[in-house]
């Protein structure tokens, strides 16, 4: 029996990765695939025979082509190649960044969004991320943001726009509560409290008609502390997105769609806002 899967069999070699993955596109004829890929002719028959021994291809008068067993291979090879694409833009981000925050639908379906940049302060720049962050809110006409965390700057520069909506978590809305309730803001919210629901994601993310940005817990090695903007200790074990000083960033069609879609999937999941202040903040309610 076999003591590799067939995923892994086809992985360890680069030229069976690239029949594969070429046949899976269209039927190739063993000329075409001798010329087009970069290896010796023995090497390209080897594993043209390996690859039909295990079941993956079968050749037919227009080529080679992938059975119903190798299309499935295909499929997976070819995910797991874009993934390991899309994490080796910035290796460092995926390991010092908790990731599982993200639900698993949507984790993995992040290569689709393609191309982006990583952000971060720098010992120049202190503030690089929040002006990033900053900067994309002031300029867009409307916006999704989540976020588990309460930010002055944020606030004053989230688009009043009607499509705007916001989810945030209890714990931001206590700050931003406390903050009004002790008179260091003015109003508590000049949106429709429709647009404003809350949740329990713990990462912060804004979309906007061409650009997504989200930041994630930084990995703790062990507890962390940190001041809020009401001046409560925040103990965590699993690290803080409000202490991260990294940003994702991505201005293709498909980031887009990838924050839009997951932005619908948590409002779906969310709360209303109401009930919930009517019960911590009564004195607040008109």
Not at 41 to 64: H, I, K, M, P, Q
Not at 192 to 208: C, I, N, W, Y
Request: glycine share 4%; aromatic share 8%.
């Amino acid at each position: 029996m076999p003591s590799q899967s067939p995923n892994e069999f086809v992985l360890t070699s680069s030229v069976r990765t690239e029949i594969v993955l070429r046949v899976a596109e269209r039927p190739t004829p063993t000329d075409a695939l001798l010329s087009g890929i970069d290896a010796s002719d023995s090497a390209v028959y080897d594993a043209l025979s390996t690859l039909r021994g295990r079941g993956l291809l079968t050749e037919g008068d227009e080529g080679w082509k992938p059975t119903a067993h190798g299309h499935l291979v295909a499929d997976s090879v070819s995910e797991w190649l874009s993934a390991e694409d899309f994490r080796a833009t910035d290796p460092a981000f995926w390991k010092n960044h908790q990731i599982d925050v993200i639900p698993a639908a949507f984790r993995r379906r992040l290569p689709e969004i393609g191309e982006y940049e990583i952000v971060r302060d720098v010992p120049q720049e202190p503030n690089r991320c929040e002006d990033v962050a900053i900067s994309m809110l002031e300029s867009a006409d409307a916006c999704e943001l989540t976020t588990p965390y309460y930010s002055r700057r944020h606030q004053e520069a989230i688009p009043t726009h009607p499509e705007t909506r916001l989810l945030v978590t209890r714990e931001a809305i206590d700050v931003s509560f406390q903050r009004y309730r002790d008179g260091h803001r003015e109003e508590l919210n000049n949106l429709d409290p429709a647009t404003l629901r809350l949740t329990d994601s713990q990462f912060a993310s804004v979309v906007t008609n061409n650009k997504l940005k989200f930041e994630l817990p930084a990995v703790s090695e062990g507890r962390t502390d940190r001041q809020t903007e009401s001046g409560a200790t925040d103990t965590s074990e699993h690290g803080s997105v409000a202490g991260t000083t990294a940003l994702f960033v991505s201005e293709t069609e498909s980031a887009v769609q990838w924050g839009r879609d997951l932005f619908e999937a948590l409002w779906a999941e969310s709360d209303p806002l109401g009930p919930y202040v009517e019960r911590q903040f009564p004195e607040l309610v008109e």
